[in-house]
């Protein structure tokens, strides 16, 4: 070992050693039969020894984990980050403390200017010191942010400015800091399941502690201890999520629940979803919000496959804003259900919907093959002009979903000034595709009886 750092040394190279790893650095770190470069996120040290939580580069996070230091390699050198730059004062004008040499006395009389907010925790977002740490000009100097760290760095927020914020953001993500970017939940228990989670999700930071969370298959509550959880499935009553049901087929049957009446269990199930959404998610404002859960019946009740959410009522006519399938049910097919029985409501209301963006990766792959599924059927089913609009109305897409799908499916021509729809070779052989596949489709007429919820104006007010 001497030897290789003399001859390290020698050759103009600096020697790595374990402690020279620090936080947001970037390593080379095993994975996949090869090293490749993966960035720091978290340091944690414990009997056994130190654990670092990795994020590769051009890899999803749903596969960041932790790894010890026998998977890195640091004979290909550590990459530190940039020093931070000093932040700028807030404000327009100098502060009152510029205007004074140090030593003038003045300065502890002046008044605080007028243009600086009064109220610090208007711009002031709450730190994580559990996870960020101040960088200086020297890289290998930095502290490593370790779980155990004291949280007296944390600014409070009240519960009606968190709300606030919340709401003022559309989505429902509220969790920019660096938090988030690390998984808290090693495992999960749902029914007969027992899932890995891919995200951050904000459970109480005791979950975190311990090795798997149990979580009722009906009421989505959660535990930490199997003793407990035996013990509420011992009490538990429900059976079906706690809404109408709105669908049945011999399949699955759909369940429309109101955030507004059913806090406790669509805060459950959001909580739940997060562990496995990366992007926006409802959390803890529920109430402008209605869900739409998909459930698989047996003898013990309907159990929960997938749901998705909307607004109540949307400014830019979303029809979806959230969707999730669990992932005990994925590429089972339950995703393009979603979707379609989405649409159909939409085609309910007379309305023409959309998404809401951004989608997750896995979300929009699903969007794209669904609104592909449809205009190809529809436009080779017609087999007469049409327009951009028809299809829009006869799908319940928007317009601008439609021409992007037409453009993707390269169906979209410019002949004598104009553009058609040309149906290809290649369009042929997907629509002959598509009518080969056996799918389970939502029947429209077991709809007929629902009709879309109506709410007054003080209903949509949410504690304004």
């Known amino acids: 070992m001497v030897k290789d750092e003399i001859n390290g040394m020698a050759n103009g190279e600096k020697m ?36 670092y939580y990795v994020h590769y580069d051009d890899y999803n996070k749903r596969l960041d984990e932790w790894i010890t230091i026998e ?65 200086g000009s020297n890289a ?39 938090i ?6 090693n495992k999960i228990q749902l029914g007969d399941h027992e899932i890995e989670p891919w995200y951050f999700s904000p459970y109480p930071k005791e979950f975190s502690e311990v090795d798997v969370v149990y979580i ?39 369940f429309e629940i109101d955030g507004r009446k059913q ?27 209605l869900f ?16 998705f959410s909307k607004e109540k009522e949307s400014a830019e006519n979303y029809n979806l804003a959230c969707i999730l399938t669990l992932p005990q049910y994925q590429q089972h097919g339950y995703g393009k259900l979603l979707i379609q029985f989405s649409y159909e409501l939409s085609k309910k209301e007379h309305k023409h919907g959309s998404p809401e963006k951004p989608l997750s990766d896995l979300g929009l792959i699903s969007y794209r093959a669904y609104w592909a599924e449809q205009i190809i059927t529809l436009v080779c ?10 299809l829009a109305n006869k799908t319940a897409m928007t317009t601008n979903d439609v021409l992007h799908t037409l453009q993707a499916l390269d169906m979209l021509k410019y002949y004598k000034g104009q553009f058609i729809v040309c149906i290809t070779e290649g369009i042929e052989q997907q629509y002959e595709r598509i009518k080969s596949k056996k799918r389970r489709r939502i029947e429209p007429e077991l709809l007929s009886e629902w009709q879309p919820p109506v709410f007054h104006p003080s209903q949509l007010r949410f504690r304004w």
């Open 292 to 307: 739409y859960a998909m459930c698989r019946r047996d003898e013990y009740g309907c159990h929960l496959v997938g749901y």
């Open 16 to 51: 790595y050693q374990e402690q020279d790893i620090v936080y947001k650095s970037k390593v080379y770190a095993f994975k996949d039969g090869e090293y490749r470069k993966a960035e720091i996120l978290m340091i944690q040290k414990k009997a056994s020894g130190t654990f």
């Open 263 to 289: 806090k406790t269990w669509c805060r459950n199930v959001c909580l739940l979803s997060k562990l496995f959404l990366d992007h926006k998610m409802l959390y803890y404002d529920v109430d402008p919000f």
């Open 216 to 254: 009722c298959s009906f009421c989505f509550c959660y535990y930490g201890s199997e003793r407990q959880f035996k013990r509420h499935r011992e009490k538990c009553s429900l059976q079906h999520p706690p809404g109408n049901e709105i669908y049945r087929d011999d399949y699955i049957s759909f």
């Open 140 to 178: 290998g100097n930095e502290s490593l942010p370790l779980l155990d760290e004291d949280e007296k760095q944390k600014v409070p927020v009240s519960k009606e400015e968190e709300v606030e914020r919340l709401r003022f953001s559309g989505s429902m993500v509220q969790n920019p800091h660096e």
């Open 180 to 185: 988030a970017r690390i998984r808290n939940i």
């Open 71 to 135: 998977n890195i390699d640091l004979k290909r050198g550590i990459e530190y980050p940039p020093p931070e730059k000093p932040k700028k004062a807030h404000g327009k004008g100098k502060s009152a403390e510029s205007k004074y040499p140090k030593n003038d006395r003045r300065k502890s009389f002046t008044k605080p200017s007028k243009t600086e907010p009064s109220t610090p925790s208007a711009k002031v977002e709450p730190s994580t010191p559990s996870i960020e740490s101040d960088h």
């Open 381 to 390: 089913s017609m087999r007469n002009e049409t327009t951009i609009d028809e």
